[in-house]
Each structure stands twice: as structure tokens, then as C-alpha cells.
């Protein structure tokens, strides 16, 4: 027996059940309110929708529509501020179905340009006992009125919808924290590295000039050493870049994707650089696996890049039954791997989690003027438990 209000026709329960999944596909934000709202309307044969999410003050922080064109919400303006019938459900979560919202006592009237409405349903999102949104929906194309059948489709779908909003928000503060972060780390990489550097180009520069009358040859010195210092923030200036490009791997094999990673990287920074990633490697890769693998690689060769003073870089990737082994060894300046504090870079990390969260294991040798070896082992079955991350020093 279906449940009080709840409709008998399979067809819209089974258009409510595809709705709710369309919605959880979404992640960005305003794309998760647009498809809310797009649905919301199809799924009770509304004529126009609208979902607004609160803001401070009880005023609406976002308005999305669905049923007008563009140009006839450009004609209308400015969106909604909470007042009339809005404002009712944005101060009282709550289900309210009207015949013709004109005659409804909370009803402040139409600005200019707007199309006129009569029936109306407006239900309200909330998750946790906290609104997170509304929706309104105006028109019913069918009967004239809104039903309580209709009212339990879209309290249904709310509930989806709060999941799903809640997710995108969380999604969204991910993001701007992400993007914090590496604004700070690229200003502490350009002033502690290329500002630096350009000081000193700055610092050769003056000097030769205060020289050249004088001495010649000293100012010439100069002039080759500034040379010399701007070749380097070149280098340095596309080894920023090389790693600031976004990672692109879909649904390419990896052997595929460490061939083209390879080959800008040479392009960006003239290092010699061979990769050996048989196709054999990818036969039942999990997705996890390839995209961990070639992260790390990415980070690997951008420390490279950016540390290591490396003439040549080997990337080697070997596929064993039970596991996988990537290897990234250059001939650099390398490092005293003794001394944790002192190892150059941010990626090791980054390494290390992506190992350890696959139940893998990150090993890096190294020791001054010998270069160094990064190398990841993975499972070819990645463990669903993550261990706490480390990055081993043999």
C-alpha cells in the first residue's frame, strides 16, 4: 500500500527514482541547484520552478529558475529578496499548496515583466532540522492545481536534494581551501626561489654597471653572470608551470598518459627523459591504481624539475601478479636522505598518501651528487583501509 499522499502511478515514482540519481551525479554547486530545480519541475508538470537558498538576514542568497528563458529574467531584475510567499516559507519551512497564490494573504504581487502565476507548491529543503533551500513551483500544467501526490514527489526529491546540496557545499569549501593552499605555497615557492633569484640578476646587473667605465672586463662578468641567473628562473619559471597543469589521465591507459606526461615535461624543462610502461601494465589496473601511479609520477618529475638539478630521469613502471612498481630515478644533485627536514619539495607527501591510501609503500634513496629513487608499490587489489602516511628513507 503506498503511503498517505504518496501517488499510484509507477511511471512517477520511477521518474522520482531518476531524478534523485541525476541529482546525486552533480558536484558543483550551482549545477546540483539547476538540476534540482529542472527536475523538481518535470517531475509534477509545473510550468516554472524556483529554488532559492537562504542567506544572512532572511533574504536569499541564491535564486535559481527553471521554465524562463533568459531574457525574461533579465527583464525582471533583481532576484527575490524573501518577501510575500517567498519569505513565508523562508522564515516557516513547510509544505503549503495554494490554488491561486494571488489570493493568499502573504502575497506581496508580481514586479514588472514578471509572467503571472496561479497555483502554487512550495516546499521546503532542509537537512539536519537546518533550511538549506525551497522550492517553488508554479503553473500545474495538468488540473490546474497542485495535489498532495504532487507535494510528496517534491518533499521526496527535497529530501534528495538536501543531501545533495550539502554535498556540493562541502565540495565547494574543499575547493576554496585547496585553492588557499596553493596560493600560499606558490607565494612562498616564488619568494623564497624566483624573486630571489631575480634580486640577484638585479644585484649583477647594478653592479656591472657601476664598473663598466672603469673596468670592462669585471662589468662583462657581470653581464654573462645576470645572463646565467635569468636562464635559471627560465628553467625554474617552467618548472612552475609544468607543475601547475592540471592532471589529465581519464580514461587513457597509463602507459599512454606516462608517454605524454613524459613528453611535456621534456618539452617544459629540456631534462632527458625516458619512460618504460609496457601496455601490459594497464591489463585489470584498477582506475585508482592508474590515476595514483601517474600523480605520482607527475609530483615526482616536478620535484625534478624543481630541486634536482638532473640532466636525465628514468621512469620505469613494472607489473607483477600481485602488485605494481613504479620507479623514478634521475642523476641529480640529490639530498642527504638522513636528514628528514631537509628534503626538498612538497610532493613527497602527496606521494606517500596516495601510496599509503591504497595500502602501498613509498621508498625514496638518496644521498648528495647521487641522484635520487623514488619508488611507489602498489597492490594490483588496493586495501579499503588507509594507514597513517610516511614516507620510508632506507
Known amino acids: ?7 499510484n502511478d509507477s511511471a512517477a515514482l520511477v521518474a522520482l527514482n531518476s531524478a534523485a540519481l541525476l541529482i546525486a551525479a552533480e558536484r558543483s554547486l550551482e549545477a546540483v ?4 530545480v529542472d527536475l523538481a519541475r518535470e517531475l509534477v508538470e509545473a510550468r516554472y520552478a524556483a529554488l532559492g537558498v537562504p542567506g544572512p538576514g532572511g533574504r536569499m542568497a541564491r535564486f535559481v529558475t527553471s521554465g524562463m528563458s533568459e531574457d525574461q529574467v533579465s527583464a525582471i531584475g533583481r532576484r527575490p529578496q524573501g518577501l510575500g510567499i517567498l519569505g513565508l516559507l523562508l522564515r516557516s519551512p513547510q509544505v ?4 491561486d497564490l494571488r489570493l493568499h494573504p502573504a502575497f506581496a504581487g508580481f514586479p514588472p515583466h514578471h509572467p503571472g502565476m496561479t497555483s502554487f507548491l512550495g516546499v521546503s529543503i532542509t537537512a539536519r532540522d537546518t533550511l538549506v533551500g525551497n522550492l517553488y513551483l508554479t503553473d500545474k500544467l495538468v488540473g490546474g492545481s497542485f495535489s498532495d501526490a504532487d507535494a510528496w514527489l517534491v518533499q521526496t526529491l527535497a529530501a534528495h536534494a538536501a543531501v545533495a546540496i550539502e554535498n556540493a557545499q562541502l565540495s565547494d569549501r574543499i575547493r576554496r581551501l585547496a585553492v588557499l593552499e596553493e596560493r600560499e605555497r606558490i607565494a612562498m615557492d616564488l619568494h623564497d626561489g624566483i624573486i630571489q ?6 644585484l649583477s646587473l647594478e653592479l656591472g654597471r657601476m664598473v663598466v667605465s672603469q673596468n670592462p672586463d669585471e662589468a662583462r662578468s657581470h653581464m654573462v653572470a645576470a645572463v646565467k641567473g635569468l636562464d635559471g628562473i627560465i628553467r625554474d619559471i617552467r618548472s612552475y608551470i609544468m607543475d601547475l597543469q592540471p592532471a589529465r589521465i581519464q580514461d587513457e591507459p597509463l602507459s599512454e598518459a606516462l608517454d605524454r606526461l613524459v613528453r611535456e615535461f621534456r618539452a617544459n624543462t629540456l631534462v632527458q627523459v625516458t619512460v618504460d610502461a609496457p601496455r601490459v601494465v594497464d591489463e585489470g589496473l584498477a582506475d585508482n591504481c592508474r590515476l595514483a601511479l601517474f600523480h605520482i609520477t607527475q609530483e615526482a618529475l616536478a620535484n625534478v624539475a624543481k630541486h634536482a638539478r638532473a640532466s636525465s630521469v ?7 601478479v600481485d602488485r605494481v612498481v613504479l620507479s623514478i630515478q634521475d642523476n641529480g644533485v640529490g639530498f642527504d636522505s638522513n636528514r628528514i627536514g631537509g628534503i626538498p619539495g612538497h610532493g613527497l607527501s602527496n606521494m606517500s598518501i596516495r601510496c599509503r591510501s591504497l595500502g602501498g609503500d613509498l621508498t625514496v ?9 623514488v619508488k611507489a608499490v602498489l597492490p594490483t587489489k588496493p586495501a579499503t583501509h588507509i594507514p597513517p602516511a610516511v614516507v620510508s628513507f632506507p
Do not use: W
Open 365 to 373: 634513496t638518496s644521498s648528495p651528487d647521487q641522484g635520487t629513487v
Open 197 to 202: 633569484s631575480i634580486y640577484a640578476v638585479g
Open 33 to 36: 541547484l539547476q538540476k534540482i
Open 314 to 320: 628514468s621512469v620505469q613502471v613494472n607489473r607483477f
Open 1 to 7: 500500500m503506498p503511503e498517505p499522499n504518496q501517488p
Open 96 to 99: 503549503l499548496l495554494v490554488a
